[in-house]
């Protein structure tokens, strides 16, 4: 990349002004196998009286493996419920009422299995002060209360984000790529004109091969070996920060 223009910076010929964030393991420091243990040992109380707690997680898991599948004709809430409410021979009233009283009591005590860095919040707001568009491109797989308590957690929340990936309006999941193609067609952008953040090297660095120039974050760096992308940058939050301070402002 070529530093020093004040419309943005370059790849190639193209000038990118957009820079996309992962959120969990990125943004908010976090062992996502962890999290996703608790979370499936909190949600599973919820529905003691719908089901014994081997068959609800086996019922979950599927829909949510059939969610992250969504070939992109229906949003990610929808592919997951078609599968889930059938599963669990519910009717979708009361399975949301039981999503969102989780959500609401429940779902904020998992902060404690979350981390915390000041440079998060210190590297959108550089990135935000150089006028650049910033969207959240957090693998949609919650509901937007989960993710907007995520944010709160990172310290994110506040910024002027153009777009939040959510399952509620999402029609794909990582590492597909009409997951960050349905991005670039919601921001009005070319993938040649984003910068993907993010720590997997398979589900944030497939952007690349659309276009996107990359960064991998390495503090929480998930690799599952195949298949194998290489990132354009790469270093730790702290040198994310220092990446970003040296961006050229966009106009």
Not at 105 to 131: D, M, N, T
């Amino acid at each position: 990349m070529k530093n020093g223009s004040p419309q943005g910076f370059h790849r190639g010929d193209q000038v990118i002004k957009t820079v996309l964030f992962d959120l969990d393991g990125t943004l908010l420091p976090v062992d996502f196998d962890v999290f996703l243990r608790r979370y499936f040992q909190a949600v599973t109380p919820y529905f003691k009286n719908m089901a014994e707690p081997a068959p609800f997680l086996k019922c979950l898991m599927f829909s949510t493996e059939e969610m992250v599948k969504n070939p992109g004709q229906y949003t990610n809430e929808e592919v997951f419920m078609t599968s889930f409410l059938p599963g669990m021979q519910q009717e979708k009233e009361t399975v949301y009422d039981l999503f969102n009283l989780f959500y609401e009591q429940e779902f904020p005590k998992l902060k404690q299995y979350a981390g915390y860095s000041h440079l998060a919040e210190q590297i959108v707001s550089r990135v935000v002060e150089k006028g650049y568009q910033i969207a959240l491109a957090t693998n949609p797989v919650f509901p937007r209360m989960a993710t907007e308590q995520r944010m709160i957690w990172a310290g994110v929340a506040h910024f002027p984000w153009a777009l939040v990936t959510t399952y509620e309006t999402s029609c794909g999941c990582k590492p597909h790529l009409h997951y960050f193609q349905e991005i670039c067609a919601k921001l009005g952008v070319a993938p040649e004109e984003c910068l993907m953040v993010g720590n997997d090297v398979q589900e944030d660095l497939v952007a690349g091969t659309m276009g996107m120039a990359t960064f991998l974050v390495t503090d929480c760096l998930i690799d599952r070996g195949e298949p194998g992308f290489q990132a354009d940058h790469m270093g730790s939050l702290e040198q994310l920060y220092h990446f970003v301070s040296n961006l050229p402002c966009v106009e």
